[in-house]
């Protein structure tokens, strides 16, 4: 009956992780975001006259 209940385990997370997706995606935006804040439009504009 072990492997009944680690079925049961990884569906549970399985389904709790599609259920959250959108949430935990946004979060990982929002993280990358602080890391790696986006150029203003000025900044992209200067930017693609430099080049």
Do not use: C, W
């Amino acid at each position: 009956m072990p492997i009944v209940s680690v079925m049961l385990a990884v569906s549970a997370l399985a389904g709790i992780g599609v259920f959250f997706k959108p949430l935990l995606s946004g979060m990982a935006k929002a993280a990358v975001l602080m890391v790696r804040p986006r150029l203003t439009r000025e900044q992209r504009a200067a930017r693609a006259v430099a080049r």
